[in-house]
């Protein structure tokens, strides 16, 4: 995220997974890293409108894991390499975790 008048990074990011397994294994094998020199953290996202609830409660996994839409995949782990270029592209904003 970036300060709309400055440019400047905010410090912080979201980024969103296909299934809570790959977010909790990203959010697990990511927390304490370093990017460009700082440690980050990584968490779920706030939901709006609440007072202070993140996403990735047991109600959430709960509605997720009884989807028939819903896509099984396997969780990706190789984070610093990334997916295959021929790999489909998925866009679900419903597991947002925040990089900090």
Do not use: W
């Amino acid at each position: 995220m970036t300060d709309p008048d400055t440019g400047n990074s905010r410090g912080f990011g979201f980024i969103s997974y296909d299934s809570f397994e790959a977010s909790d294994a990203a959010i697990e094998a990511m927390t304490g890293q370093y990017l460009c020199n700082r440690q980050i953290t990584v968490s779920y996202a706030y939901k709006k409108d609440t007072k202070g609830e993140r996403h990735g409660t047991p109600a959430e996994r709960l509605l997720a894991a009884t989807n028939p839409t819903a896509q099984k995949s396997r969780p990706h782990t190789l984070f610093a390499t990334g997916p295959p270029s021929n790999a489909p592209h998925v866009n679900d904003a419903s597991h947002n975790y925040l990089l900090r």
